[in-house]
């Protein structure tokens, strides 16, 4: 049961050109979501996150888009550079819920390609 | 400051040995949490601690994994009698009290041959 889905394995994108990611949920008590990026062997880095009060958050080049009812968010880098591939994670976490406060439940990652 | 450490960086062993993995989490943090990644894999959840609260070991996949936390700051994850399906990065984050966002370690690479 993958309560956080990224469909798309992997996304090509020109240099310049927005590159949107993607991600669905389906645990209604998910309230704060979270995109990380990851280089091959380092740790994810986080980028951006959302509240669900919330519908849009803008940092620099990335903005963070959630639609709750449709349980679905995504992320935008305008414009796309090279040095932004990698494998980019969504996740999302409970505010409310005993001692599993805070755990990070994660999408399937998504490799984002910037050709020059 | 520093950001999480772990270590070591890279850990090779052979079937049914125990290893140990450490993390330093970022200095203030009272909450730490270990993740995997297996090949191919999505990070999944093995354990939480907050502060001295009881820690939460709901994502831990057998009783062959074990973790402490000592004195609040550093932690150990073990495993022991290791299995060739251990092989994974082991993630540990870090996570003050007043913000949501988890900072992650650069990551242990275990194989178990």
């Known amino acids: 049961d993958q309560q956080v889905k990224q469909n798309s394995p992997s996304l090509s994108v020109q240099e310049g050109r927005i590159s949107i990611l993607n991600c669905d949920y389906t645990?209604?008590?998910?309230?704060?979501f979270l995109w990380y990026k990851k280089y091959p062997a380092e740790g994810p880095t986080f980028l951006i996150s959302?509240?669900?009060?919330?519908d849009k958050n803008e940092d620099g080049r990335f903005t963070v888009f959630l639609n709750k009812s449709a349980k679905h968010l995504s992320l935008h880098i305008v414009p796309s550079q090279p040095g932004d591939s990698a494998v980019y994670f969504c996740?999302?976490?409970?505010?409310?819920?005993?001692?599993?406060?805070?755990?990070?439940?994660f999408g399937q990652g998504t490799i984002l390609t910037v050709h020059p | 400051g520093a950001g999480v450490s772990q270590s070591p960086s890279n850990k090779v062993t052979e079937k049914g040995k125990d290893v140990e993995l450490r993390c330093d989490p970022i200095?203030?943090?009272?909450?730490l949490y270990w993740y995997r990644q297996s090949l191919g894999q999505g990070l999944e959840f093995l354990i939480y601690f907050q502060g001295n609260s009881a820690p939460d070991k709901s994502g831990l996949p057998s009783d062959r994994f074990s973790a402490e936390r000592t004195g609040g700051s550093v932690s150990t994850l073990t495993i022991q009698r290791t299995q060739q399906e251990d092989s994974a990065v082991y993630l540990c984050?870090?996570?003050?009290?007043?913000?949501?966002?988890?900072?992650f370690g650069p990551g242990t690479r275990l194989l178990v041959l």
């Open positions: 200095s203030g943090h009272t909450a």
């Open positions: 645990n209604s008590m998910f309230d704060y």
């Open positions: 984050a870090s996570k003050s009290l007043a913000w949501e966002t988890q900072y």
């Open positions: 959302i509240s669900s009060i919330k």
């Open positions: 996740a999302a976490s409970a505010s409310a819920g005993g001692t599993s406060y805070g755990k990070l439940t």
